[in-house]
């Protein structure tokens, strides 16, 4: 059944032009005969414009309390600026080379720092040795290895005092 339904729909879709009505057929043959634009790499990864938004929440006051704001160095010699929105508590301006994101926090269930950009795709997480800026449209990291003072020493902290395994098998009986 679903073969057929999925058959009548193509078959529906790829109609011959006859069966369209004349100015249909000019125009589809009009928008055939336009070259599409292609976008500008700029554009690609801007954010579209701003509009104003709804308060936030308690729970996402409370995450944006805990963001690292300013300038972080990342991998690569790239870095990122991440600024609170003066306007509107609990949205931040996310700026770097090609990009600009405005950004509300979302609340997780594993305790990270995560702000959104949903119009754009983007995704801000913050843990406590690094931040990574994702595009999700295109699933992958555009950002990553991004620091302040506080998560480098944090980081270098794991290096010397490492976290206990979650595969620990001690004291599993030998």
């Known amino acids: 059944m679903q073969k057929l339904i999925t058959a009548l729909v193509l078959s529906l879709l790829t109609l011959p032009?006859?069966?369209q009505s004349p100015t249909t057929a000019s125009k589809a043959s009009q928008a055939k005969s336009k070259?599409?634009?292609?976008p500008s790499k700029s554009n690609a990864l801007q954010a579209a414009p701003?509009?104003?938004?709804?308060?936030?929440?308690?729970?996402?006051?409370?995450?944006?309390e805990r963001v690292h704001k300013g300038q972080l160095p990342c991998e690569l010699g790239a870095t990122v600026r991440l600024e609170a929105d003066a306007s509107q508590p609990g949205y931040f301006y996310l700026h770097g080379k090609g990009f600009r994101y405005?950004?509300?926090?979302?609340?997780?269930?594993?305790?990270?720092?995560?702000?959104?950009?949903?119009?754009?795709g983007a995704v801000w997480l913050q843990l406590a040795n690094k931040s990574m800026l994702m595009d999700q449209n295109k699933g992958r990291r555009v950002a990553d290895e991004c620091a302040?003072?506080?998560?480098?020493?944090?980081?270098?902290?794991?290096?010397?005092?490492?976290?206990?395994s979650l595969i620990d098998t001690t004291g599993m009986g030998r």
């Open 35 to 38: 070259p599409a634009k292609a």
């Open 50 to 64: 701003v509009e104003p938004d709804t308060p936030m929440g308690p729970d996402e006051l409370a995450i944006a």
């Open 148 to 164: 302040n003072a506080e998560q480098v020493a944090f980081a270098e902290n794991m290096k010397t005092n490492p976290p206990p």
């Open 17 to 19: 032009s006859w069966a």
């Open 102 to 120: 405005r950004m509300h926090p979302v609340v997780t269930t594993t305790g990270a720092i995560r702000l959104e950009d949903r119009k754009a």
